[in-house]
């Protein structure tokens, strides 16, 4: 397939989430990529063979996916995992023992997790700090600072960090700046584009989008990065089966056309929780009241489908508004057709120490929705309900 117009201009969006890396089948034409079903590969003789000797190093149906979402980045290169912590582990492995990393504060708990529980036991360090304000990444860096991670939009809290700042001091004193774009999705923002150096995705969320499978995607325009990335790729092993590859690949097809409703529906839901008496505070990057929205509207093409909210009450009535929602469904995860509800406190970020979750903001009054695909009338009077009822309950 010619996957470039006329003017020599790359297609659009949409038109590379569902053909770049898909073109139709050699062997028999069909018009939807095959599962490679396979764990190894005849050779033509010792050491020759068309590219593929043992699908951990390499799979035709993860290349396409690998080819399809590296495009999607604005990257040279993309290399598929198995989770998203598997891609963020291989990211970490571009470090060594005693190298320091400035974190943002505001992070998934499993990424919390693996670096201060698994990989601190290994020599890494780590400085958290509140990245949306760029100074604070400026100031924590020490002699051995290799490496800047954020999140933007972070998890659970939705701050949005200034990628052009953070990128200008990673140039002005050397550590690569890696990207969790996972929130965002490549259709509202690409890190590499504002200077990023790695991107990574939990490609489980979004890009799969039908909480259906689950792996982990980075990307980057460095070929040593590549190199790198795909030597511990292979010597780890850490990657998705042909079949994650092909359900990945299948629902990135959509993605664009998701995220426009995930984000329609996310916007109503904020605009009510901010109007709702029992509702302390809406993170949403998407309403004017958002400290970084206008960032939020130079850095990306929209505001995506999640909102966090405080309710005005302890843990119980948290509890009581979050059982009491009929078309959200009480998950981990997000980025599904489906509308999810997440208590981060006890669920996604409960690996966090108390005093730590606290500090940042992660309090027992916190809830956070994944706004789905459904009709956005039907998600507004679901929560409106589910609060409505847990406050005459608590005869607030």
Same mark, same amino acid.
């Not at 909210?309 to 057709?337: H, M, P, Q, W």
């Given at each position: 397939m010619k996957l470039s117009r006329d003017n020599g201009s790359a297609p659009g969006f949409q038109t590379r989430a569902i053909h770049v890396g898909q073109g139709a089948d050699p062997t028999t034409g069909a018009t939807i990529l095959p599962i490679y079903q396979t764990s190894t590969y005849t050779q033509e003789d010792v050491g020759v063979h068309k590219g593929f000797d043992y699908s951990r190093t390499a799979n035709p149906t993860r290349k396409a996916l690998e080819q399809c979402l590296a495009s999607l980045e604005n990257a040279d290169y993309g290399l598929c995992f198995s989770s998203g912590m598997g891609a963020t582990d291989a990211v970490l492995k571009l470090l060594s023992g005693g190298d320091h990393v400035v974190v943002s504060d505001d992070v998934y708990g499993g990424t919390y997790r693996l670096f201060e529980r698994v990989l601190a036991r290994f020599g890494l360090s780590f400085t958290w700090v509140d990245a949306s304000v760029p100074e604070n990444v400026a100031g924590a860096l020490q002699p051995n600072t290799r490496m800047i991670w954020a999140e933007t939009p972070t998890n659970p809290l939705l701050k949005v960090i200034d990628l052009p700042a953070l990128a200008q001091i990673a140039r002005d004193h050397g550590p690569i700046l890696a990207v969790d774009n996972t929130f965002a999705t490549p259709y509202l923002q690409n890190p590499l584009d504002l200077g990023a150096d790695v991107v990574v995705h939990s490609t489980t969320k979004y890009i799969g989008g039908h909480s259906d499978v689950v792996g982990g995607f980075a990307a980057t325009r460095n070929e040593e990065t590549y190199q790198t990335l795909k030597f511990h790729q292979n010597a780890i092993g850490a990657v998705p089966s042909p079949f994650d590859a092909w359900l990945t690949l299948r629902g990135v097809k959509t993605l664009a056309l998701r995220m426009r409703e995930h984000e329609n529906n996310a916007r109503a839901v904020a605009e009510a929780l901010a109007a709702h008496p029992l509702v302390e /505070?809406?993170?949403?990057? @998407? +309403?004017?009241?958002?400290?970084?929205? !206008?960032?939020?509207?130079?850095?990306?093409?929209?505001?995506?489908?999640?909102?966090?909210?405080?309710?005005?009450?302890?843990?119980?009535?948290? /509890?009581?508004?979050?059982? @009491? +929602?009929?078309?959200?469904?009480?998950? !981990?995860?997000?980025?599904?057709?489906?509308?999810?509800?997440?208590?981060?406190?006890?669920?996604?970020?409960?690996s966090i120490p108390r005093a730590d979750r606290e500090a940042r903001g992660v309090t027992d009054a916190l809830l956070r929705l994944s706004c789905g695909i459904e009709e956005s009338d039907d998600l507004v009077a679901d929560v409106v309900d589910a609060l409505d009822r847990a406050r005459v309950a608590a005869s607030l």
């Open positions: /505070r809406v993170y949403y990057p @998407g +309403l004017a009241s958002h400290p970084q929205h !206008e960032l939020a509207r130079r850095q990306m093409r929209g505001f995506g489908g999640i909102v966090s909210f405080a309710v005005k009450g302890d843990l119980d009535l948290t /509890r009581t508004v979050a059982k @009491g +929602l009929k078309i959200f469904s009480l998950a !981990e995860s997000l980025g599904g057709v489906e509308s999810l509800c997440c208590h981060p406190a006890v669920m996604t970020h409960a």
